[in-house]
């Protein structure tokens, strides 16, 4: 039995009696194949509902939209929003007018008057 102890402390500090505390016990097994801490999991059974759902998830797209991945796509992507809004409100406020004409003329009290 004393082949397989190990003494951490060759000379143990003065005061210290050398006991079971500072020995440790360690079993060599000569040829031992080494073993992985975690083991992978096995595959889900086909059909089941876990292997929709990660068949699913390997389809789904990316959380965070490519347009936010690099800045220079964010910057084109927020260059192109900024110019459709400014678009949009540009062409409705050159509208409005006609708009309220429009309006205006459909009205009852300009058709009673």
């Known amino acids: 039995m004393?082949?397989?102890v190990i003494q951490l402390h060759k000379t143990p500090p003065p005061g210290m009696s050398t006991d079971t505390?500072?020995?440790?016990?360690i079993d060599v097994i000569h040829d031992a194949e080494p073993q992985?801490?975690?083991?992978?999991?096995?595959?889900?059974?086909?059909?089941?509902?876990?292997?929709?759902?990660k068949a699913y998830l390997a389809d789904a797209p990316p959380v965070v939209p490519a347009a936010f991945r690099r800045w220079d796509t964010?910057?084109?992507a927020t260059?192109?929003?900024?110019?459709y809004y400014a678009h949009v409100s540009a062409f409705h406020t050159v509208r409005?007018?006609?708009?309220?004409a429009r309006?205006?003329?459909?009205?009852?009290a300009v058709l009673a008057g």
């Not at 505390?21 to 016990?25: A, I, M």
């Not at 260059?79 to 110019?83: D, L, N, Y």
């Not at 409005?96 to 309220?100: N, W």
């Not at 309006?103 to 009852?108: D, I, T, V, W």
Request: overall charge negative.
């Open 2 to 4: 004393t082949e397989n």
């Open 96 to 100: 409005a007018p006609a708009y309220l």
């Open 79 to 83: 260059r192109w929003t900024v110019s």
């Open 21 to 25: 505390l500072t020995e440790t016990v």
């Open 74 to 76: 964010f910057k084109d």
């Open 103 to 108: 309006l205006l003329l459909r009205s009852p």
């Open 36 to 53: 992985p801490v975690d083991p992978p999991s096995p595959a889900p059974e086909p059909g089941s509902w876990l292997a929709e759902r």
